[in-house]
């Protein structure tokens, strides 16, 4: 039982030593509370049986040197946002180009007068309802 507590404390510490350097490293916590739970599990036996390894205390150690680091980068990290003044200019660009195309395709067609009064005054028999 020693052993294996001893064994899942240092594999859970230096796991959790690699997440905490991680960018997204607020999952640390998880096998860092692991590793100082089956460390402090293996330290209690060994120390009953008058064996204290120091594997044990360095487990441990590395278990709080990630949960100091994670808890760090949590508190004094800045997220950063992106650069939305280039991403605006770019948004107007577009609309305005879309805006220019639009203009340019549909014109509008003017009539006479004369023109209006003779569509108004065309009979509607004439028209083919399937054109």
Request: glycine share 2%; net charge negative.
């Amino acid at each position: 039982m020693k052993k294996t507590s001893t064994i899942i404390a240092f594999i859970s510490a230096v796991i959790s030593v690699i997440i905490a350097v991680l960018p997204n490293s607020k999952f640390t916590f998880i096998p860092a509370l692991a590793a100082l739970i089956f460390g402090f599990i293996a330290f209690n036996l060994s120390k009953k049986t008058g064996e204290v390894k120091k594997i044990i205390q360095f487990s441990m150690l590395l278990a709080l040197l990630a949960l100091g680091l994670s808890t760090y980068k949590t508190f004094f990290t800045t997220p950063q946002a992106p650069q939305t003044e280039a991403l605006e200019k770019q948004i107007t660009d577009k609309s305005e180009e879309e805006s220019e195309e639009k203009k340019e395709t549909k014109e509008p067609t003017e009539l006479d007068p004369a023109e209006m009064e003779a569509l108004h005054d065309a009979p509607l028999e004439n028209l083919d309802p399937k054109d």
